[in-house]
């Protein structure tokens, strides 16, 4: 008798909390928001000063081990070599950790290729000649992750040479 | 009734009109080349790729394989691994698309983890580490460390004719990159283990328009061979300044897959005389005479002299996928065609031919090497000029701890 009771208690248990875990996964527990932020925010167009300057994106949110893309996006009129009008520029990635941290440093052929926009000599060295740097201005910049699809934008803004006293 | 019957008709003359136009859509199938056409690869990498595009457009013009035409998507990295690894995410979800030829070392080591989870294929130009983790990425030739052995045989029988006695020694002088370390990566071991002595290599940014300083430094370590990377006109610079400092009387230089064409040796003739280069590739008058630089004139690309005769690799990258194409089509169709069943499909390629404009295919379920064989050029008198047969490369990958 007694254990007919246990097995009805613990079967009465079961009833109840079942329904409780299977709504459980209709509520899952909310993904942290994907974020970027970059150091600095603002960065001088000098050369070759900006080779020198770290500019590093981080994020937080991410899925984890997945890679993280980010884009500048280029305002209308703004052209760039081996870009096609309307598609934004890739200037770094980087891959999230285990946490969905991730870290990403513009290389210096983004600096270069992109926010200087030089040509090369014929003997394909850079040609200092055509230095040709991007407007100045507040540039949208638009992280993605490769796997989750997950978008998150920050923006940098580019400040013209300050003159030397 | 009549309005019923009318409907009907209608409908059914629709939905035969979409089967027929269904069945009778472009079968097509996408290749994208993460390429460099305007940066410090271009030289090599435009004609290349128009290779690779000429060869597709000739194989379309001819109904394509099977019906199924190949659609080539060109993108201008400018050899920048954040544009590299942008570009490969837009162009992932294109219909169709089978494989990315990564042109570029370090693009290649950073697509590859996007392009497995998406179960494409990858090809990159000779790194190792692929062969060593057999996965989804898949070299062109022989790798770079294989074919830094191989010239390190031809060290040793180039030592013992001239009657020397005692070690040789060999200096390394490459880009500070990925690429220009790949060869080190168990070649340097494979040249300990044949008794070649090693300097300190030396490594220098891309771009550098003088050499002088790392050059001095090898010559002071006393080497008899200089092993130059880099993708021309990078190597025909360094030798163009070794033979300023006087060095290439003393020294003999060799260069991997990117050295000299005969263009650069156009413009170095005298500083270039001597220098030897291993190749996975036809080079020099080998790759003007062969019957398919046809193609080179037939699309326009100008005099047959004036082929860069890396013009061959490209259409060896779509004879491999017209190969593999072939067999995939024919096991499972048009409809179930997927990165997937050409990653099966390339492993299934061992011994494929490429009309000899590269050792035959090497691909299979333990290889990702694009063929094993290379063949050794010299410079003389201005032309690149074979000075041996094909020769099997050894392997260097294994002496690496990946």
Redesign the interface.
């Given at each position: 008798m007694n254990s007919f009771r246990k097995i009805m208690i613990v079967l009465s248990l079961l009833m109840f909390l079942l329904p409780l875990v299977a709504c459980s996964t209709l509520f899952p527990t909310p993904k942290p928001k994907a974020t970027v932020a970059v150091t600095p925010a603002q960065v001088e167009l000098a050369f070759p000063g900006i080779l020198r300057i770290p500019i590093v994106f981080t994020g937080t949110g991410w899925k984890p081990k997945e890679?993280v893309?980010?884009?500048m996006v280029l305002p209308p009129g703004v052209q760039m070599?081996?870009v096609k009008p309307g598609?934004?520029?890739?200037?770094?990635?980087g891959?999230a950790d285990d946490t969905g941290n991730f870290k990403g440093e513009?290389?210096a052929?983004?600096k270069l290729?992109?926010f200087f926009r030089v040509?090369?000599t014929l003997?394909?060295?850079?040609d200092p000649k055509t230095l040709n740097p991007i407007p100045p201005g507040v540039y949208t910049i638009k992280a993605?992750g490769?796997?989750s699809g997950a978008l998150a934008t920050t923006t940098l803004e580019f400040v013209a040479p300050i003159p030397k006293k | 009734m009549m309005r019923r019957i009318l409907c009907g008709v209608i409908i059914l003359t629709f939905l035969f009109v979409i089967g027929v136009m269904s069945s009778y859509a472009q079968k097509e199938v996408a290749y994208l080349s993460l390429a460099d056409?305007?940066?410090?690869?271009?030289?090599l990498n435009v004609p290349a790729d128009m290779g690779c595009e000429d060869y597709i457009k000739d194989l379309n013009s001819r109904g394509g394989v099977d019906g199924v035409k190949i659609k080539f998507i060109g993108?201008?990295?400018?050899?920048?691994?954040?544009?590299?690894?942008?570009?490969y995410?837009?162009y992932r979800t294109e219909p169709k698309l089978l494989l990315i030829n990564a042109i570029g070392t370090p693009i290649g080591k950073?697509v590859a983890?996007?392009s497995t989870?998406d179960k494409l294929i990858t090809l990159v130009p000779g790194d190792g580490e692929f062969q060593a983790n057999l996965g989804r990425i898949f070299a062109w030739g022989p790798t770079y460390q294989d074919a830094f052995a191989a010239t390190v045989d031809w060290l040793l029988a180039d030592w013992k004719k001239k009657g020397k006695t005692g070690i040789p020694k060999l200096g390394f002088i490459s880009w500070d990159s990925a690429y220009g370390r790949e060869p080190l990566r168990g070649g340097k071991e494979y040249a300990e283990k044949m008794g070649v002595a090693m300097a300190p290599p030396e490594f220098f940014p891309q771009?550098?328009?003088d050499h002088t300083v790392y050059l001095s430094r090898l010559a002071k370590a006393e080497v008899n061979y200089i092993f130059v990377g880099g993708v021309d006109?990078?190597p025909t610079?360094v030798i163009r300044d070794a033979h300023k400092l006087g060095l290439t009387k003393t020294i003999q230089f060799f260069c991997d897959y990117w050295g000299p064409t005969s263009l650069g040796t156009r413009l170095h003739p005298e500083a270039l005389e001597g220098v030897v280069m291993g190749s996975y590739y036809l080079r020099g008058d080998d790759a003007r005479k062969h019957p398919l630089a046809n193609l080179w004139t037939k699309y326009g690309r100008g005099k047959l002299e004036d082929m860069n005769e890396v013009y061959t690799i490209g259409m060896a990258w779509a004879m491999t996928l017209e190969a593999a194409l072939k067999i995939a089509l024919k096991e499972v169709g048009y409809k179930k065609l997927d990165g997937e069943v050409i990653y099966q499909t390339y492993q299934k390629l061992t011994g494929v031919q490429r009309a000899g404009l590269q050792g035959p295919c090497a691909y299979s379920p333990t290889s990702r090497r694009g063929s094993l064989e290379i063949k050794f050029y010299q410079v003389r008198a201005g032309k690149v000029v074979s000075v041996s047969d094909w020769i099997k490369s050894p392997d260097a990958v294994s002496l690496h701890k990946f």
């Open positions: 890679m893309v980010v884009d070599q081996g598609e934004d520029v890739g200037i770094a990635y891959e513009v290389p052929s983004a290729n992109t040509g090369y003997i394909l060295s850079i993605s490769a796997d | 056409y305007t940066d410090g690869i271009a030289g993108v201008d990295t400018r050899y920048d691994v954040a544009r590299g690894v942008s570009a995410k837009r950073a983890p996007l989870k771009g550098s328009l006109p990078t610079n």
